[in-house]
T-cell receptor, first 113, second 112 residues
Framework: EPEVTQTPSHQVTQMGQEVILRCVPI?????FYWYRQILGQKVEFLVS????????KSEIFDDQFSVERPDGSNFTLKIRSTKLEDSAMYFC???????????FGPGTRLTVT | RKEVEQDPGPFNVPEGATVAFNCTYS??????FFWYRQDCRKEPKLLMS???SGNEDGRFTAQLNRASQYISLLIRDSKLSDSATYLC?????????????FGQGTTLQVKP
């Protein structure tokens, strides 16, 4: 069964550093998403991406965040200057319009110290 | 008011029990409705979509009441493997590609 993959599984970084979280969506999917889940809290939408541009973003997704699809397979989330409150699990998801299911990757646990 | 509200539980039930979870949503323009399951420190996985006519998948039955903006999930004959957090999820936007709005989840612990 095709799956969304994410790397790294765990990233530890110091406050103020830049991080790039990587995702490989399912190959025939066209819509891509990033969500985050702070420990003990609900899953929150960050951004959706289609046709090489952002479709929608949440209030969380401020100027410190950016997304990119640098090639035909990868989908990245960059945080320019990490804060302690960015510590969370970050999930990538993808969907094809003919389906109703967003497939989630296993997540990257980001720890900012 | 939260967009999607669920009782966080936990629900502790014996094997074989029937358990019901409820959820309310605030945005009447919401288009699609789902129950996802999340195991500890894992990604959410789709359990089932929810339709106004009600739908069943084995031991799981989901119902949607658009007038009351209320979603339910019934699990019959609970198994130990059903222990997880159940997430009520609402999709915004047109078609199937809108963002997902998650409830905080309801924790189920099935005991032998």
């Amino acid at each position: 069964e095709p799956e969304v993959t994410q790397t790294p599984s765990h990233q530890v970084t110091q406050m103020g550093q830049e991080v790039i979280l990587r995702c490989v969506p399912i190959s025939n999917h066209l819509y891509f998403y990033w969500y985050r889940q702070i420990l003990g809290q609900k899953v929150e939408f960050l951004v959706s991406f289609y046709n090489n541009e952002i479709s929608e973003k949440s209030e969380i997704f401020d100027d410190q965040f950016s997304v990119e699809r640098p090639d035909g397979s990868n989908f990245t989330l960059k945080i320019r200057s990490t804060k302690l409150e960015d510590s969370a699990m970050y999930f990538c998801a993808s969907i094809t319009p003919s389906s109703y299911e967003q497939y989630f990757g296993p997540g990257t646990r980001l720890t900012v110290t | 008011r939260k967009e999607v509200e669920q009782d966080p539980g936990p629900f502790n039930v014996p094997e074989g029990a029937t358990v019901a979870f409820n959820c309310t949503y605030s945005n009447s323009a919401s288009q699609s409705f789902f129950w996802y399951r999340q195991d500890c420190r894992k990604e959410p996985k789709l359990l089932m979509s929810v339709y106004s006519s009600g739908n069943e998948d084995g031991r799981f039955t989901a119902q949607l009441n658009r007038a009351s903006q209320y979603i339910s999930l019934l699990i019959r004959d609970s198994k130990l493997s059903d222990s997880a957090t159940y997430l009520c999820v609402v999709a915004h936007g047109s078609g199937n590609t809108g963002k997902l709005i998650f409830g905080q989840g309801t924790t189920l612990q099935v005991k032998p």
